[in-house]
Structures are given as structure tokens and as C-alpha cells.
């Protein structure tokens, strides 16, 4: 990918949400909502504390993380729709 994000910022790719419910019932794509889940696809070197030294990032390129949903800022990279957001912005890391 030719995008780095600065700071304490990290690219995520929404990961496709369920087709079906767990009824089994089939979900048409004008009702989906946008998936609150994704994969981190690059991540910043990190914010700086008060004193100024680097504070390095507790995500890492490849995590599934959630995230708010509204959340970030949706950008278009080299053909794929990715979202740019916070690392505050990011709930939890799905293990």
C-alpha cells in the first residue's frame, strides 16, 4: 500500500458484514449496516507523550479490531475502501 498514516493513526479495512441472521434469514445489501469490525491494515509510529518522546502504538498491521461507529474518516487507497482512524477510536482488539 502506497499510505502511511502519521501519528497515532491507523488504516483499517471493514471486514463483510453477515449475509444471514442466525435465524437464517437473508439480509439484502439496502439493509446492512456498516460492520463495526475490521482489520488494521498499517499503523502510525505513534503519538508523542508531554515530554515529547514517542509513545509507541498497542495495535499492530494485521489485528481485528472494533471500532465506534462512526468512527474515523472513509478514504479511498489505491482502489480499496479503507477507514483512517484514531487509535483512541478503537474499542478493543478481537483476539
Request: no cysteine.
Amino acid at each position: 500500500m502506497a499510505f502511511r498514516p502519521l501519528h497515532d493513526r491507523v488504516v483499517v479495512r471493514r471486514l463483510d458484514a453477515e449475509e444471514k441472521t442466525k435465524g437464517g434469514i437473508i439480509i439484502p445489501d439496502t439493509a446492512k449496516e456498516k460492520p463495526s469490525e475490521g482489520e488494521i491494515v498499517a499503523v502510525g509510529p505513534g503519538g508523542r507523550d508531554e515530554a515529547g518522546k514517542l509513545v509507541p502504538l498497542d495495535v499492530k498491521a494485521g489485528d481485528r479490531v472494533l471500532f465506534g461507529k462512526w468512527s474515523g474518516t472513509e478514504v479511498k487507497v489505491d482502489g480499496r475502501d479503507l477507514l483512517i482512524l484514531k487509535e483512541a477510536d478503537i474499542l478493543g482488539v478481537i483476539a
